[in-house]
């Protein structure tokens, strides 16, 4: 086994969590290595709807500190949508009112009551980040190799045999047998890719006598239709009938996308968790383990903030 590299730091995990945390790290200067089982391409991260949101996501104050964080880097990210893969999209979050989001509201520009025509229902109107994820993938990775840091395909089956003084874990779903952590399971999500019908507005609407969300997110080349919440589901092989019912809820709210020529259907499993773990852990050799996994569908939202609690707290272990 390769002898532990005291100034080094080796990140676990190529998802948007993993990267970002990567990317924080080495343009601080640190070295950086990320182990990836598969490429970033190939991971949650990349299938995800990734509207910024503060979704279903403990514990609360931390996450929304979190969230506000990533918000601001986004906005930043913004400028340059086609280099970056983020940009700030007009929108209606549906059954959704003001009286019910905490403090963190005043901070998200544009965020207002829909009116009736905007909505059929209590809903909100906002201008969020949504990002173009495999763009936006490929931006975290270059901004990574750009400040010195390397990309490993090499999957991991014992923290104690990576070769790092310290290590950061970001494996998500993959910490339910890598810790273990039993705590951590997968929702299964299912989206259906279609040709944009001129749809500009992101839009997702919560029926919670069904159990279903739907949504509808405009990117520059096409539209994302979803979704799914399967609780414990570890298929990700895409089924045609829930396929066809998501088109058929996203028509309902959106005619224009009835008839939309398909281009692909997506799965990805969530690592949702019922509260994120973002700790340091010594292991019995004395070498640290930052832990930053279980964000659930959050994980674009929350991405920068953890990133920069994470890399604190290899800072701090790094000082000891």
Excluded at 214 to 229: A, E, I, K, M, N
Excluded at 234 to 240: C, F, N
Excluded at 309 to 317: D, I, K, N, P, S
Aim: proline letters at 7%; one cysteine or more.
């Amino acid at each position: 086994m390769e002898q532990p590299g005291n100034d080094e730091v080796i990140v676990v995990g190529s998802g948007v969590v993993g990267l970002t945390t990567a990317v924080v790290l080495a343009e601080a200067g640190r070295r950086v290595r990320v182990w990836t089982r598969e490429p970033a391409e190939r991971t949650t991260s990349a299938v995800a709807g990734a509207l910024w949101w503060p979704y279903r996501i403990e514990p609360k104050a931390r996450a929304r500190a979190w969230a506000l964080t990533s918000l601001t880097v986004y906005e930043e990210l913004a400028v340059r949508p086609a280099e970056t893969g983020v940009r700030v999209v007009e929108g209606v979050m549906g059954e959704t009112r003001l009286d019910e989001l905490g403090d963190w509201a005043a901070r998200v520009p544009g965020l207002r009551t829909a009116t009736a025509e905007e909505y059929p229902g209590t809903a909100l109107w906002a201008r969020l980040p949504l990002i173009d994820m495999p763009v936006h993938l490929r931006l975290l990775q270059d901004r990574l190799l750009g400040a010195g840091g390397t990309i490993e395909e090499r999957e991991v089956r014992d923290l104690s045999e990576v070769p790092a003084a310290i290590v950061v874990n970001c494996t998500g779903l993959g910490a339910r047998s890598l810790v273990p952590d039993p705590a951590v399971r997968p929702v299964r999500g299912q989206l259906v890719i279609v040709e944009n019908p001129r749809v500009r507005d992101w839009l997702v609407s919560t029926d919670p006598a069904a159990g279903t969300t739907t949504y509808v997110f405009p990117q520059p080349d096409r539209l994302v239709l979803g979704g799914t919440t399967d609780e414990d589901d570890w298929s990700r092989e895409p089924d045609p009938e829930v396929a066809a019912a998501i088109v058929e809820r996203c028509a309902a709210l959106r005619p224009e996308v009835a008839g939309a020529r398909v281009l692909d259907h997506r799965v990805g499993l969530r690592p949702v968790r019922e509260a994120v773990r973002l700790e340091r852990e010594v292991l019995p050799d004395g070498r640290v383990v930052v832990h930053n996994y279980g964000h659930g569908g959050a994980g674009v939202t929350v991405a920068w903030g953890c990133a920069r609690e994470a890399a604190g707290l290899v800072g701090a272990a790094a000082s000891r």
